[in-house]
C-alpha cells in the first residue's frame, strides 16, 4: 500500500497513537474470540461474523477515502491466493487464542516478521544477510522459551496453531509484497473480506451454534473491531513512517495481558515474557536492518492483519 508520510511531529504523534489504538483493537477481538470460543461458538461460524461485520467499517473507509473504483483489479486469482493464504492463518490465530493463554498467542504474533525474512529468501528469492538470519535464530530460541517444549508443559495443539496463524501471516505478507506493486490496500483488504465471510458462509453450514443475544453481541463485535483495526494501521502508515509506528505493535502483549489478567484472572509466567521479550528484540532488529537496507517491509499491516 502506498503511503504518504508527513514530517510533521504532531502527524507523527497522530501515527504513534493510531497504532496503538490498532494494537488495542486486535487484542480485544482476540479476546472476544477466546471468550465466545469458551461458549462453544465454531470456527467458521466466528469466521463468518469476523469478516461479514468487518465490511461495516471497511465500506465505511473506502466510501471516505478511496471510492468504489477501488475494487476494479485486473488480478484476481492473485487476491484469490493471498486470500486463501491469508484466511488459513486467521483460522489458526482463532485456534491459538482459543487453545493458549491470550498473551501468549499475542506473543507469537510478534514473530511473524522473523517467518517473512525466512519466505522472503525462500520465495522471493531476496538475499538475507547474515544479520538478519542470526535475528532469525535469536527468535527462535524466544520461541522455544516461551513454548516450554519439555513434558507436562508443552501444549502442542495450541503451538501448532500459533506457528500456523504465523506462517500464514507471512506468507500472506509475503504475497501482498507481490500483488502491492498493482493493487491497492484497500482492494486487498475488501477482497480478502469477501473470501473469508463466503468461507465463513460455507464452512458454517456444517456446524453452527445459535448464539444467545449476548453471545451475538460479541460475535458482530469481533468483526467491528478486526475491521476497525485494519482501518488504524491504514491511518497510521499515512500520519508516520512504518519505522516510527511499527515498534509500537508490541504494545499488543501489554493489551492482552491486561485483558487476560481482568478476564480469566490469567498472569503470564515469566518464561512467557522472556521469550517474548526476546521474539520482540529479534523481530525489531530485523525491522532496523530492512529499512536500514530501504526495504518496504514491516510488520503485520493494515492489508495483512489477518496472520
Not at 57 to 74: C, D, E, Q
Not at 208 to 226: C, E, F, N, R, V
Not at 237 to 264: H, K
Request: hydrophobic share 55%; with cysteine; glycine share 12%.
Amino acid at each position: 500500500m502506498s503511503v504518504v508520510v508527513s514530517p510533521n511531529p504532531h502527524r507523527i504523534g497522530l501515527g504513534i497513537s493510531l497504532r496503538v489504538g490498532a494494537m488495542l483493537s486486535l487484542a480485544i477481538m482476540q479476546g472476544l474470540v477466546k471468550w465466545v470460543g469458551e461458549q462453544g461458538i465454531p470456527t467458521f461460524e466466528m469466521l463468518f461474523f469476523r469478516n461479514f461485520f468487518g465490511f461495516v467499517p471497511l465500506v465505511i473507509y473506502i466510501a471516505a477515502t478511496t471510492g468504489w473504483s477501488v475494487l476494479k483489479t485486473t488480478r484476481p486469482m492473485a487476491h484469490a491466493t493471498r486470500a486463501g493464504i491469508g484466511l488459513v492463518g486467521m483460522v489458526c490465530m482463532f485456534g491459538a487464542v482459543q487453545n493458549l493463554p491470550l498473551t501468549e498467542a499475542a506473543a507469537f504474533n510478534f514473530t511473524t516478521p522473523i517467518a517473512m525474512t525466512a519466505l522472503s529468501a525462500l520465495v522471493l528469492k531476496e538475499y538475507v544477510g547474515p544479520h538478519r538470519w542470526a535475528a532469525v535464530a535469536v527468535g527462535f530460541i524466544g520461541v522455544l522459551i516461551m513454548i516450554k517444549p519439555a513434558p507436562g508443559h508443552f501444549n502442542a495443539i495450541g503451538v501448532l496453531f500459533a506457528m500456523g496463524s504465523v506462517i500464514g501471516g507471512a506468507g500472506a505478507s509475503v504475497t501482498i509484497r507481490q500483488i502491492g506493486a498493482t493493487e491497492k490496500g484497500a482492494t486487498i483488504v475488501f477482497y480478502f473480506t469477501l473470501a473469508g465471510t463466503l468461507l465463513g458462509a460455507v464452512g458454517s453450514l456444517f456446524g453452527w451454534k445459535q448464539p444467545d443475544l449476548p453471545t451475538l453481541a460479541l460475535l458482530i463485535s469481533i468483526g467491528l473491531t478486526g475491521g476497525l483495526a485494519q482501518i488504524l494501521l491504514t491511518e497510521a502508515l499515512r500520519a508516520a513512517p512504518v519505522g516510527v509506528v511499527a515498534p509500537f505493535d508490541y504494545t499488543q502483549l501489554a493489551w492482552a495481558t491486561a485483558i487476560s489478567i481482568m478476564v480469566w484472572n490469567d498472569l503470564p509466567g515469566p518464561l512467557t515474557l522472556i521469550g517474548a521479550s526476546i521474539i520482540a528484540v529479534s523481530g525489531g532488529y530485523i525491522l532496523y536492518r530492512e529499512l536500514k537496507g530501504g526495504l518496504a517491509v514491516s510488520p503485520p499491516t493494515a492489508v495483512d492483519e489477518d496472520g
